[in-house]
């Protein structure tokens, strides 16, 4: 049964302390993603990893941070830096393609809510 | 910067009748164009998809319209059924890794 999961689906977390979100893929996928999504908003682009062992910033990543050590795994961590961490996290993954857009397949979510 | 706006926020129609969501973006090098739907405490699914090579795509009730000249793209809904309520996402991208997503659309069937 191919796809992507990610856990916990729900994650309580004090204020000051770091948490890890986790998402895999068995789909193959070279490109995995991580996006914020705030109520009554669309998707914010957090981190982005094309290969292993490497990752690029998106729009809104300061107070994360992430890790590509494995071609199935792309864990997010939220750091006591991040001020409003309170969001649905979303993952996705992707085909890549150099240049060419490749479609992107969503994971379940983790609702995180600081405490 | 690149952009996105959809249109409307909410949008309420009854069963059986027709929806429109609309978007429009702002770099004019996109050329891929994805729709997801994304019901309450879940991923969003992709649902159709096209791109700036192709005007129009269709499958079964739902179809997509591309005008590249104006940079905007619309999601049409036939024969609206109680499961297709859900916040509907329509989004942009110019180039692998970077897709651009409208605010959502909250369509609700009304029975």
């Known amino acids: 049964d191919g796809g992507i999961t990610q856990s916990p689906k729900y994650l309580f977390r004090k204020e000051g302390q770091n948490v890890t979100l986790s998402c895999e893929q068995n789909?193959?996928?070279?490109?995995m993603y991580w996006y914020r999504q705030d109520p009554g908003q669309g998707l914010r682009l957090i981190y982005y990893s094309q290969i292993v062992n490497d990752f690029q910033k998106g729009d809104i990543a300061e107070g994360y941070s992430v890790s590509r050590e494995k071609k199935e795994s792309f864990p997010l961590t939220v750091t006591s830096a991040q001020k409003n961490p309170t969001a649905f996290y979303l993952c996705?993954?992707?085909?890549?393609?150099?240049?060419?857009?490749?479609?992107?397949?969503f994971g379940p979510g983790t609702r995180l809510t600081v405490l | 910067g690149e952009n996105v706006e959809q249109h409307p926020s909410t949008l309420s129609v009854q069963e059986g009748d027709s929806a429109v969501i609309k978007c429009t973006y702002s770099?004019?090098?996109?050329?891929?164009f994805p729709w997801y739907k994304q019901e309450l405490g879940k991923g969003p699914q992709l649902i159709i998809d096209i791109r700036s090579n192709v005007g129009e795509k269709k499958d079964q009730r739902i179809a997509v319209t591309l005008n590249k000249t104006a940079k905007h793209f619309s999601l049409h809904i036939t024969e609206t059924q109680p499961e297709d309520s859900a916040v509907y996402f329509c989004?942009?991208?110019?180039?692998?890794?970077?897709?651009?997503f409208g605010s959502g659309t909250r369509l609700s069937i009304r029975p």
């Open positions: 770099d004019s090098a996109s050329n891929y």
């Open positions: 989004a942009a991208s110019s180039r692998a890794s970077k897709i651009i």
């Open positions: 789909l193959n996928h070279d490109a």
């Open positions: 996705a993954s992707s085909i890549t393609s150099g240049s060419y857009t490749d479609t992107q397949y």
